[in-house]
């Protein structure tokens, strides 16, 4: 198994997640993660030369529907639970750059 | 009327019309408006829908139409379960003000059946929990003893049956959600075989593990619902397509000649006493019902608590990412959209959330996939592989639900990884993908419920019925379940 997870690590995983960590938050969460992982290290302990990954209980497969119309969702039910929309379309702030 | 205790009775008295469902939904209201201020088992109580509802199914019957088996029968569903138009939060302040465009299969087919849903029901934030103190809305407490905690994540819901507010509810169990807080509130919990409820419309943590089930007061009651919930449903691709068994039918067949193994690694060191002992006497009971006990053992088992909290995070990192300001629920606003994203998100998410999220991406990234991931799914083959050996040799598992009877509220919060092996005996049955319910049997040392545990091998849930129904019936005085008939 890997090193014990860093500070450094935990604040890369944050970024990647779209999260902030406050600095005083970091190294509480460091030491939590560090432990959950330690503990699933013990995993270590098992042969598993050869044994297949499982990602699902039944295998995975994939499942086709007919081509064929039906109803769908209602469109102003499902835009009007968005913070923000215009002309029919979800509203963003700018992605590059400042407010026009 | 304050005789109908459980779901059945209160169908066939609502169907004979000798009561009403409005006279059922004002009695469980009257329940919750005297009680939940202090349990907080309801994040939402839809009264009005609920009155609205049962004067249509009342006006129904009274026309002479049929209704369905859970006619006017009052229920409450977990704030995952989609309900169209009316909030559901996960408990999270980021679907904060979100009414779902739509309703879960569930919700559809317990509408179809005559039941009146009467509110949603309290739970970890995204049912990452094994308390209900993980809730943007406060913790919910045990209706046993206030000053404990109810389990969870679907704590919310198992409250709400023992309260005797609603005889049944719907939670969703990941890594033990159902059967825990069953456990936890002297209540029966079930989780059923993966792909036997349609997850249409359930809020996805894990979806390789995910699974609907019914909590209710009674073995029979809690088959009723599941037979109504199960099916086919082409919405969830990850439904199996074949017709549900007739569970109520053999809920009185015994057990006589049924093979019945004690698994060694659920009865180990960290299990309390009190929680072994009920669960060798409901051994016994089983065997003096003439059924063949052994001790069975599934090795892998013992280390699918490390695998899950790899697994499980994984897949809730990715199902989690959907949350971003766009679409629905909460959105803080800032100057560009990444800063949205990251701020949205920051303020939407507690803790524990946060903490699966960043420990499955960690477990996902690049030089890490391989250690943690990759031999997550390796160990998940191997417990498979041990249950499906085991169940060449029994018929159905025994065990307990969970290690000690209902904890104190904030005795575990500090520490994630001691509240996490809560769940010990009851991750690998989901890492499995095999049913498995608890059934309460008699009390711990301080008085409060304990619940055993029963598992069966892929779609058995018709066996393992028929081994609840007979511990229910030979369940110590005390027993919650015993309520239901005395």
Known sequence: MPERITAEDVSHVARLARLNIAPDELELFTSQLGDILEYAADMAALDLDGVEPMGHPHGLRNVMRADVLTPSLDRAEVMAAAPSTESGMFRVPPVLGEEL | MSDLTTARQMAASVTARSVSATELIEVSLAAIAERDGEI????????????????????????GEEVGPLAGVPIALKDNLCTRGVPTTCSSKILDGWRPPYDATVVERLAAAGAISVGKTNLDEFAMGSSTENSAFGPTRNPHDTSRVPGGSSGGSAAAVAAGYVPLSLGSDTGGSIRQPAALCGVVGVKPTYGLVSRYGLVAFASSLDQIGPFANSVSDAALLLEVIAGHDARDSTSIPQPVADLSAHLDDGVAGLRVGIVNEFMVDGIADDVRRQTHAAAEALAAAGAIVGEASVPAAAYGLGAYYLIAPAEASSNLARYDGVRFGLRVDANNTPDMYDETRTAGFGDEVKRRIMLGTYALSAGYYDAYYGTAQKVRSLIRRDFDRAYEQ?????????????????????????????????????????????????????????????????????????????????????????????
């Open chain 2, 40 to 63: 907080s088992a309801f994040n939402l109580v839809t009264a009005d829908d609920a009155r609205r509802q049962a004067a249509v199914i009342d006006a129904r019957l009274a026309a």
């Open chain 2, 394 to 486: 029994y018929d159905v598992l025994l065990s307990p639900t969970s290690p000690t009877t209902a904890f104190a509220l904030g005795d575990k919060t500090a520490d994630p990884l001691t509240m996490y092996l809560n769940d010990i005996c009851t991750i690998p049955t989901n890492l499995a993908g095999h049913p498995a319910m608890s059934v309460p049997f008699g009390v711990g040392d301080d008085g409060l419920p304990i619940g055993v545990q029963i598992m069966a091998p892929m779609l058995g849930e018709v066996t393992m019925f028929r081994a609840a129904a007979v511990l229910e019936g030979a369940a110590p005085a005390g027993s919650t379940t015993n309520r239901v008939t005395r």
